[in-house]
Nanobody, 121 residues
């Protein structure tokens, strides 16, 4: 009953920037962690960044210093600001949220539909 809608992907030249957004809607009691994965052809899905309910963040080594994850709890939205983009950042980016719809429920991971980021050289 919870849906995630991603936006912000597109085509950008190397060195450029994009800002991805992921908004959760539906029956939401609370959200724990939120984050972003990405997958490109021939590669396994990798965790790009996550942010906990307390605001702690973690990043893949390949994006440290270039990407910033943030969240707006009032909007149930997680963002990924991507700067200094490189061709190797080209991938489909998937957001997720850990969400529960009641106070007694277990947190479950819900996925967005994916948004394509293409970085040209």
């Amino acid at each position: 009953q919870v849906q995630l809608v991603e936006s912000g992907g597109g085509l950008v030249q190397a060195g450029g920037s994009l800002r991805l957004s992921c908004a959760a809607s539906g029956t939401i009691f609370s959200i724990n962690s939120m984050g972003w994965y990405r997958q490109s052809p021939g590669n396994e899905r990798e965790l790009v960044a996550l942010i906990t309910s307390g605001g702690s963040t973690d990043y893949a080594d390949s994006v440290k210093g270039r990407f910033t994850i943030s969240r707006d709890n009032a909007k149930n939205t997680v963002y990924l600001q991507m700067n200094s983009l490189k061709p190797e950042d080209t991938a489909v980016y998937y957001c997720y949220v850990e969400v529960r719809d009641t106070w007694f429920a277990v947190f479950r991971k819900v996925w967005g539909q994916g948004t394509l980021v293409t970085v040209s050289s």
